[in-house]
DNA sequence: AAACTAAAACGCGTTGTTTCGTATTTTTAA
DNA sequence: TTAAAAATACGAAACAACGCGTTTTAGTTT
């Protein structure tokens, strides 16, 4: 599966990443601040709840973090990254799903876990995030390598899973598969997000199994 | 249907926005020259096949159209609004479909015409567009009501006749439908462009038309 | 006379970077 | 064992560069 973007380093073993940021490879001088960090990512989150990711700007979570800018700059490449660090820091965001007993099953909860994630607050965040990814190249490989690709791939595998086990049409893409189960909750999130409700999650991710179905 | 949006005069006809922008509602003194109109717009375009919508700035325009600023400000409420028009002057952009024999292939036709917009450099703009009006209110209001709330209106339009004679599922959520038929185009848009090629257009819509048959 | 035109300059706010003096930790060496 | 040196972190402040929408100016077209 696809490993974490590197710049997210555990407290005490920092990585090495050609093109998002340089990481110190030593554990020589002082250490970074851990409550700087999670300021950093409360007050991003705190913030977001007001604003769009395009308005927010570094100072002003440095400001609401009382952190210099210096500080976010050193350890993330750019706002897009520290976004997406202070999402998934969340509690809750990621939780595991229990065991599926088959491949229909997998599908129709993973289809549940992400429009859960989609509805309210993060929805919206995320859909920026995405937004954002389409003009800057930067963002682009954060959205993608921390959150759409391993989404993806999940899905995908599912669905391959599912093809070998004579559950879907083998006759089908699987990336045209990943577009009909997760083209209308994207396009849904992007046009009508009030929609991404209770009803939709219900209903939905039944609804798309059977799209892809033998 | 829906109206285009207000902004968006005619040569001769100037009419009134209560939201948009203030036109002039007399005919006295020095009309608009339309040589100024035709050079933003055709600036507009060339510049954006080189980079994005966010990129471009209106001063960057007026300097290639070789227009001052005030000209494009007096004639559009911001950025959103040239894009979007310079966009529709295009022409081919807007060329009428030929009379479906049913709403199956009326569908089918609507679904391929929006594929080939999208497939090239006008779907990039279009994708930047779309992502602006995420955390843009005002390019929201462009967006949708020039461009994509007649789209969808059109599509459902024939979802419902379909409905009727029933040639599609009549217990198919109208608003799902739409989701069901434009989601994945445009999260192909989004997440993998390059992909949104020939050989998509000709399988595509055939596939989504049977995902709402009766 | 009215409404337009291009061009230039304006103040404002935001951006990412750099510089500053200081704090904390590890390494070195007495 | 302990104390100085080296390394890296820290927050605050100042920096130049840029695009924004507005305003001013002087000239043009109907």
Redesign the pocket.
């Known amino acids: 599966m696809t490993q974490p973007a590197a710049y997210i380093n555990d407290e005490d073993t920092p990585k090495q990443d050609s093109t998002l940021k340089v ?2 490879n ?8 851990t ?3 999670n ?1 950093i990512l409360k007050a991003t989150n705190s913030l977001l709840l007001h604003m769009s990711v395009q ?6 979570i ?2 609401k ?11 993330w490449p ?2 897009t990254a520290v976004v997406m660090d202070a999402l998934i820091s969340q509690p809750g965001i990621q939780s595991p799903l229990p065991t599926p007993k088959n491949n229909t099953e997998a599908i129709i909860m993973q289809l549940d876990k992400l429009i859960r994630m989609l509805d309210g607050n993060n929805g919206e965040t995320i859909a920026q995030l995405f937004s954002e990814a389409q003009a800057d190249e930067k963002a682009q490989k954060i959205f993608s390598g921390t959150f759409l690709t391993p989404l993806l791939d999940a899905i995908e595998f599912s669905v391959q899973e599912g093809q070998k086990a004579r559950e879907f049409r083998g006759s089908l893409d699987p990336k045209m598969a990943i577009d009909l189960l997760c083209g209308p909750i994207f396009f849904r999130l992007m046009s009508r997000p009030a929609d991404l409700n209770e009803e939709f999650r219900e209903t939905y991710p039944k609804e798309a199994v059977r799209l892809i179905s033998a």
Chains 1, 2 share one sequence.
Request: charged letters at 35%; aromatic letters at 6%; a positive charge.
């Open positions: 990481v110190p030593t554990k020589k001088g002082r250490p970074r601040s409550k700087s960090k300021a308005e927010l700007s570094i100072e002003a440095a400001k973090a009382k952190v210099g800018k210096t500080t976010i700059y050193r350890w750019n706002k």
